[in-house]
């Protein structure tokens, strides 16, 4: 693709968004009886499963690592898990002390649901109180220390929660409905010719 015909595609995708923004949007509403319909007759749409939020100190072992360098591992992170203990800061030492991509963040996982993480992992953090914190847990990457901070149980969620998404969601499948409408008008409507060879 040349520069001019990728530009005449970015000015003609332009036109396009502006006719709709301009001409096509502004006619669209989402009405409060079919958002309710919507919630009503989509309800797993609206359930949020059990989710933790936590933080984490990994210290590596490879593969092949003999007993002794597994044996300094978990001597190292239970040199952390005393001072976590004794009132450190958890974020802190993961900058400082974690192996994981996650340790500029303060070994900060964010929120993640069952079957994300590997099992061991998992069921550790799944157990936990909020700002508890982990005695050693062995996985396939090394040793960790786990702790949540947010532990939140499945629920639906109520329809006022959702309400404005359901609300955006319907009127962008009125503004589809609409385009396609605009565009089958404008065919019916326009002059075509045919020449044959």
Do not use: W
């Amino acid at each position: 693709m040349s520069e001019a015909q990728l530009k005449e595609q970015i000015y003609q995708r332009q036109a396009i968004r502006t006719l709709i923004d301009n001409e096509i949007a502004p006619t669209v509403k989402a009405n409060e009886a079919d958002s309710k319909a919507f919630y009503q007759n989509n309800p797993n749409a609206f359930k949020r499963p059990e989710e933790v939020h936590a933080q984490h100190i990994l210290i590596k072992i490879e593969k092949d690592a003999d007993e002794k360098q597994k044996a300094e591992a978990r001597k190292s992170l239970l040199e952390l898990k005393k001072r976590i203990d004794a009132g450190e800061d958890f974020g802190q030492i993961a900058k400082s002390h974690s192996q994981c991509p996650s340790a500029p963040k303060g070994g900060d996982l964010g929120f993640f649901t069952r079957g994300r993480m590997v099992p061991a992992f998992e069921k550790v953090a799944f157990e936990l109180k909020p700002g508890g914190v982990s005695d050693l847990v062995e996985t396939q990457f090394g040793y960790h220390l786990i702790k949540v901070l947010e532990h939140r149980e499945a629920k639906t969620m109520g329809y006022e929660e959702v309400q404005a998404q359901i609300a955006a969601h319907l009127r962008n499948l009125k503004i589809r409905a609409e385009v396609l409408r605009y565009a089958e008008k404008l065919r019916k409507a326009a002059k075509i010719e045919t020449f044959v060879q």
